[in-house]
């Protein structure tokens, strides 16, 4: 009755195995890669989204100082203004709103208010000469834009590294689950095994119950791990902006290492265009020294006195300004702008130097792990054989089962690492050619 109730325990744990294997392998509705996801990121990533848009107001910045250089300024002015005075000529008191020249009153002095002011003035203002406030205006909105440009072009590559990095996680994931059912599968044939010897008396019940011991640890173990795969498959979801809980069967990753730049590098760049975009607002600052001449005009009415349309008239002129000093701040601000430039040299060249010194790095731990791996799959092949000879010495009862599982769980924990291995292999292409663009 012992024996007929462990073959029903063990019954048991075959078919809650074979419901997680089928629950891993078969819940998925689609596969999918790296590069959907990656694509979806991009589609979602409000900088990106917004990269048109700032090119856009960057463009309209251009359109305003256009405006301000090239196009006539058109207004209209108008303007009422009463000075009443209270004439005593004649010895009468008498209230005039515009005075005839009376001599005796109470009120402005009619030189200084000329009895009041009537305009109503359309009036017109032309920068000349403006070609290189325009010129200068127009090279650094290129500037700004190919700032704009490269910036989007890092956010892109920076996201692409992340999303990249999280699914290497979720395959990771993936795999330790895999590696676990492997187990799972090798002690149920050690337990098909076992029941018979079991039931022949070769080995003992308690021998059958470490088996079904193991057994369940590796199935509490297929439950954290697999929780650890869905936190995983969410968080990639989190970042590609993916409102969706369906869980997708992903495929593996086998990234290779870019190669070397032909092109400027996008962080090197960045450098250059910093340096273009003070050198652009040093010339911006300098316009402000150059002589600013105007054309104007107004026409309309326009008259101290009661007014009559023949105070109907209009005029025109030329105004010039000119900056001559202002305590040598044309100076100072060279003096600025050339400390900037050294302070982005500087940054430039220890990026370049740390940039170099973290390649070389990465690549070293690529070797390394290379080596890791042809030393691990060495090793997974010794207990493999290790295990197939365990197999058929247990038939004659010449190993114990603590041996037995000692061997199992050695080989669990030699698989999960080699997965380690891999991944971060993976993770450190990642990285070189993040850093390499």
């Known amino acids: 009755m012992k024996v007929f109730k462990v073959k029903n325990q063990n019954k048991q744990c075959f ?15 689609q ?24 090119n856009k107001i960057i463009e309209l910045d251009l359109k305003q100082f256009i405006a301000i250089y090239k196009s006539p300024k058109v207004s209209l002015n108008s303007n009422v203004l009463f000075a009443p005075i209270i004439s005593k000529d004649g010895n009468n008191n008498k209230l005039e709103w515009a005075s005839n020249g009376s001599n005796n009153y109470v009120g402005y002095d009619l030189g200084a208010s000329n009895g009041g002011q009537y305009q109503a003035l359309v ?41 990249t990095h999280q699914y290497i996680l979720c395959i990771q994931s993936k795999k330790q689950v895999e590696n676990n059912l492997k187990i799972i ?41 697999n929780t650890d795969f869905l936190s995983s498959f969410n968080d990639l979801n989190l970042i590609c ?11 593996n990753i086998d990234l290779k290492l870019s190669l070397p730049q032909q092109k400027t590098s996008l962080f090197l760049e960045q450098y250059k265009l910093d340096s273009l975009a ?17 054309a104007f005009g107004n026409a309309g ?22 900056n001559l000093f202002d ?54 092949e010794s207990y493999n054989e290790l295990l197939n000879l365990y197999n058929i010495e247990i038939k004659h009862s010449l190993v114990s089962v603590l041996e037995l599982k000692t061997i199992i769980k050695e080989i669990a924990a030699k698989e999960q690492e080699k997965t380690t291995v891999l991944m971060l292999k993976e993770i450190l292409i990642n990285s070189y050619n993040y850093w390499n663009n």
Not at 17 to 25: G, K
Not at 31 to 54: C, G, M, R, W
Not at 244 to 250: I, K, M, S
Not at 301 to 322: E, K
């Open 31 to 54: 596969t999918f890669d790296v590069t959907h996801y990656i694509n979806k990121a991009l589609a979602q990533s409000p900088l990106l989204q917004k990269q048109e848009n700032n």
């Open 241 to 251: 902006g993916i409102n969706d809980t369906t869980l997708y069967a992903l495929e």
């Open 278 to 294: 003070i050198k652009s607002q040093q010339e911006i600052f300098e316009l402000q020294y150059l002589p600013q001449i105007s």
């Open 123 to 163: 009036a017109i203002n032309q920068p000349l000469f403006t070609a290189k406030y325009y010129k200068t205006q127009k090279k650094n909105t290129s500037i700004s834009k190919a700032i704009n440009n490269n910036g989007a072009l890092l956010s892109k590559t920076e996201l692409e590294q992340i999303v």
């Open 327 to 380: 305590g040598h701040q044309k100076e100072f601000k060279k003096e600025q702008t050339q400390l900037l430039l050294e302070n982005i040299n500087t940054d430039k060249n220890y990026f370049k130097n740390q940039n170099n010194i973290q390649k070389n790095n990465i690549l070293s731990q690529i070797n390394s792990a290379d080596t890791q791996i042809l030393l691990i799959n060495k090793q997974l």
């Open 15 to 29: 078919f809650s195995v074979l419901f997680l294997s089928s629950f891993f392998f078969v819940a998925y509705s």
């Open 185 to 225: 599968k090798i002690i149920e044939s050690q337990l098909a095994q076992m029941k018979v010897l079991v039931n022949a008396g070769i080995y003992k019940l308690v021998d059958l119950k470490l088996l079904e011991i193991a057994l369940q640890n590796s199935q509490i173990e297929y439950e954290r791990l």
């Open 301 to 322: 009415l326009n008259a101290t006195y009661q007014p009559t349309l023949n105070r109907l008239g209009f005029s025109i002129g030329i105004s010039a300004s000119w």
